[in-house]
């Protein structure tokens, strides 16, 4: 059963962000990334442009050292 957590505010005026704080630590690294990139693949959809192959998962063809 998927626990869901909520946290009603002012939108305006209130600064404490402990509930978000405290809901993006628990959920730890690989959920935050991917709600990252839904976040970028929607401004990206929205902005009119292709959201298929992000540039953060494009695939190097060479590495060469300096």
Do not use: C, P
């Amino acid at each position: 059963m998927k626990i869901i957590e909520e946290n009603y505010q002012r939108l305006k005026g209130n600064k404490d962000r402990s509930f978000d704080i405290h809901y993006w630590q628990s959920q730890g690294d690989l959920a935050i990334f991917k709600a990252a990139s839904e976040m970028i693949r929607d401004y990206l959809l929205i902005k009119g442009k292709n959201a298929d192959e992000l540039r953060i998962q494009r695939t190097f063809e060479s590495f060469q050292k300096i």
